[in-house]
């Protein structure tokens, strides 16, 4: 660890090199490319004008299918390590760059996608506001977004408290409690010569709370979906809360 790097950033990047495929290997490129196919059926972007930002797009695995469909793609994500393994599908339609998603760059998107619960991290309204201004900046006039979020209502009424599982001999012990505002995982992975814990915690935004953050930058819901195949949002049972947002 260097002087530079907080233990936080570094739990961060030791669970993610070693663990995060392991715990996380059901969130796979086939489920990507069914929900990108869906949204892309939906949204009808024109390829020859198109161009998309992958914002937290972890190892990159919608932002490379968007390009294999022959879409312009950015893909950029606070994790060096994520960067790096995503770019070795870079191409000249695809780039991936380290970025934190706070600050905007200086290109314009027509469609900025923000997926699987990367958004959230943060402690302060300021700062998820700051990502929403972010994206204002990096839209184009009547550019899309698209976030796709946990659903916080039926997050926290199934919260499963405790689980363990063992998948290639790595045991994973997970608690997991919410207060108010937040769903805390405390992962604590036991591998042959190794054992450390790692907290996971994400805001639980409502639809309400996207739409007034979405209504402060100038952008109007268009549409709200509750899974990957674009069914109708249903608060007690949806797995997921996905808007799209249109800038006005
Ligand atoms: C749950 S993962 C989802 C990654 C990707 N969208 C996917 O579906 O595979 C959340 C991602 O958000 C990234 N992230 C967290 N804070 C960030 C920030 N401030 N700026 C950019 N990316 C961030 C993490 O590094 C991680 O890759």
């Known amino acids: 660890m260097t002087a530079s790097t907080s233990k ?6 030791w669970f993610d090199t070693h663990y995060y495929h392991v715990l996380y290997a059901n969130r796979d490129d086939q489920e990507a490319e069914f929900f990108i196919s869906n949204l892309m059926e939906l949204l009808k972007p024109n390829p020859e004008t198109a161009s998309i930002l ?5 190892k990159g695995r ?15 994500d606070l994790s060096a390590q994520s960067i790096a393994h995503a770019r070795q ?9 380290v970025q934190d998603m706070r600050e905007p760059l200086k290109a314009k998107f027509t469609h900025i996608f923000n997926l699987f619960t990367s958004f959230g991290y943060f402690d302060s309204i ?3 506001q700051k990502v929403m201004q972010a994206i204002q900046a990096m839209t184009t006039e009547k550019g899309i ?7 916080a209502h039926k997050t926290v009424k199934n919260l499963v408290q405790s689980e363990s599982k063992t998948i290639n001999n790595i ?3 997970i608690e997991r409690n919410a207060d108010d505002n937040h769903v805390y995982k405390y992962i604590h992975v036991t591998d042959a010569d190794f054992s450390e814990s790692y907290m996971e915690r994400v805001q639980l935004l409502k639809f309400s709370d996207f739409e007034t953050l979405l209504n402060q930058i100038g952008f109007k819901v268009t549409h709200c979906f509750g899974d990957f195949h674009l069914n109708p949002f249903d608060s ?3 797995d997921r809360l996905i808007l799209i947002a249109q800038k006005q």
């Open 236 to 238: 007690e049972k949806s």
């Open 54 to 58: 992958d914002l937290a797009c972890g």
């Open 145 to 151: 977004l698209v976030i796709d979020y946990l659903n």
């Open 89 to 97: 599908f870079e191409n000249e339609n695809l780039h991936f760059q």
């Open 171 to 173: 045991r994973f012990d």
């Open 8 to 13: 936080k950033e570094w739990f961060a990047t």
């Open 62 to 76: 919608h932002s490379i299918y968007m390009n294999k469909l022959g879409f312009n793609t950015m893909g950029v």
């Open 126 to 128: 300021e700062e998820n």
